[in-house]
C-alpha cells in the first residue's frame, strides 16, 4: 500500500523544453527558400562593411544619394520582373526613361499644356510604345528581344532628333511640381516604394500576376487552360513602358534637367540586373517585385560605398557580372529546394 502511495506522489518529469535549434533551423529554411532571402542578406552586409569602412554612409545626406540611386531603376525593374515572368523582356525601356520628360517638355512649352496633364500624357506614350512592343512580339511572332532592339534604336533616334541632343530645362510652369515628382530628398524613394508595393500584390494575389506566371511557366498550357496569353503579355509591355516613362520624368526633376544622355541602355541593364540579382528567372514562370527592389538597393550601395571607400568605378561591372552569375546560380539552387520541399 505504501508503495503505491509512493508512487502516486512521485513527482512528474519535467515536461521536455522547446526545442528550439530545431524551430531556428525551420525558421532559417522557411527564410532561405524565399527568392528575396539571399539579396536581403547581401544588401544588409554590404551596409554594415561600408558603414564600418565610412561612418559618412549611413549619414542624412548619404542616405538620400543612395534612394535616389536605388528608385528610378527600381522602378524599371517592377516592369522588367512582370516581363520577364511572363517570359518576355524589353531592352527599348531606357530609352523610353529618356523620351518621355522630353515629351513633357514639348507638350507644356510648346503645346500649352497644363503640366501635370502633359506627364500623364507622356506616361501614357511610354506605355502605347510598350503596346507596340507587345504587338510586334505577339501578333507578328517576332522574339522580344529583337522588337524591343529595333524600338531602343527608334526611340533613340527620335529622342536626339527633336531635342537636337542637347539638353532641355524643366519647363517653368512644371517647376511647382518638383518636389512632389522627385525634386524632394524622398520623394522619389516615395514613389519607389508605393509602386513595388502595388505591383507585389499585383502579382502575387490577383488573377493578373498568377496568368502572368502561368503564361511564363507554361506557355502552351497557360493557352489551352483558356488565358488570354496575348493580353498578359502586351499588358506587361505597356506596364513596363509606363513605368520607364514614369522613371525618367521623376529623374528629370530630380536632376532640375532634361537630358538625352540619362538612360538609355545603362538604365535599361542596371533595371534588368536589379531584377535578375532580386530572384527573378530569366526563363520566365517566376521572379519578385521586392527583390528587384533590393537588388536596385544593392547595386547602389555598391556604386556609393566605391565612391566613399576611394575604389576606382572601374571594378563596378565586373562586381555586376559576378553578382549575375551568383546570384542565377543561387536562384537555381533555391528553387531545386523549393520543389524538394513541395514534394
Not at 254 to 280: H, K, L, N, Q, W
Not at 288 to 304: D, K, P, R, Y
Not at 329 to 336: D, E, G, P, T
Request: proline share 4%; aromatic share 8%; with cysteine.
Amino acid at each position: 500500500m505504501s508503495g503505491a502511495v509512493n508512487e502516486a506522489e512521485a513527482p512528474e518529469a519535467p515536461a521536455p523544453g522547446p526545442r528550439r535549434p530545431r524551430a531556428l533551423g525551420r525558421a532559417a529554411d522557411a527564410f532561405l527558400r524565399r527568392r528575396e532571402a539571399t539579396i536581403l542578406v547581401v544588401a544588409i552586409a554590404l551596409l554594415i562593411y561600408f558603414q564600418t569602412s565610412r561612418s559618412a554612409f549611413l549619414s542624412h545626406d548619404n542616405l538620400v544619394n543612395i534612394s535616389q540611386g536605388t528608385a528610378p531603376y527600381a522602378i524599371v525593374a517592377v516592369g522588367e520582373v512582370l516581363l520577364l515572368v511572363s517570359g518576355e523582356i524589353d531592352l527599348s525601356a531606357g530609352m523610353v526613361f529618356t523620351l518621355a520628360p522630353f515629351l513633357m517638355h514639348y507638350f507644356v512649352d510648346y503645346y500649352g499644356m497644363y503640366p501635370i496633364l502633359a506627364i500623364v500624357v507622356a506616361v501614357l506614350a511610354g506605355a502605347a510604345l510598350g503596346a507596340v512592343n507587345g504587338l510586334v512580339t505577339v501578333l507578328l511572332r517576332v522574339p522580344s528581344f529583337v522588337t524591343t532592339l529595333g524600338t531602343l534604336f527608334l526611340v533613340q533616334g527620335i529622342t536626339l532628333t527633336t531635342s537636337h541632343a542637347y539638353p532641355a530645362e524643366i519647363p517653368p510652369a512644371a517647376q511647382g511640381l518638383a518636389g512632389w515628382f522627385g525634386h524632394a530628398d524622398w520623394s522619389e524613394l516615395i514613389w519607389c516604394v508605393a509602386i513595388v508595393a502595388v505591383f507585389h500584390l499585383v502579382l502575387i494575389r490577383t488573377r493578373w500576376g498568377l496568368h502572368t506566371v502561368a503564361v511564363g511557366g507554361n506557355l502552351l498550357g497557360a493557352s489551352e487552360a483558356g488565358i488570354k496569353v496575348a493580353r498578359i503579355k502586351v499588358g506587361n509591355f505597356m506596364v513596363t513602358g509606363g513605368l520607364a516613362a514614369f522613371a525618367g520624368i521623376l529623374e528629370a526633376f530630380r536632376t532640375s534637367t532634361i537630358d538625352p544622355s540619362s538612360g538609355g541602355t545603362g538604365a535599361m541593364f542596371t533595371a534588368v540586373s536589379a531584377a535578375v540579382i532580386g530572384g527573378t528567372a530569366l526563363a520566365g514562370g517566376s521572379g519578385t517585385v521586392i527583390g528587384a527592389l533590393l537588388g536596385a538597393l544593392v547595386l547602389a550601395e555598391l556604386q556609393n560605398g566605391f565612391n566613399l571607400i576611394g575604389i576606382s568605378a572601374n571594378p563596378f561591372n565586373i562586381i555586376l557580372g559576378a553578382a549575375i552569375l551568383i546570384s542565377m546560380i543561387l536562384n537555381v539552387h533555391l528553387a531545386r529546394l523549393r520543389r524538394a520541399g513541395r514534394s
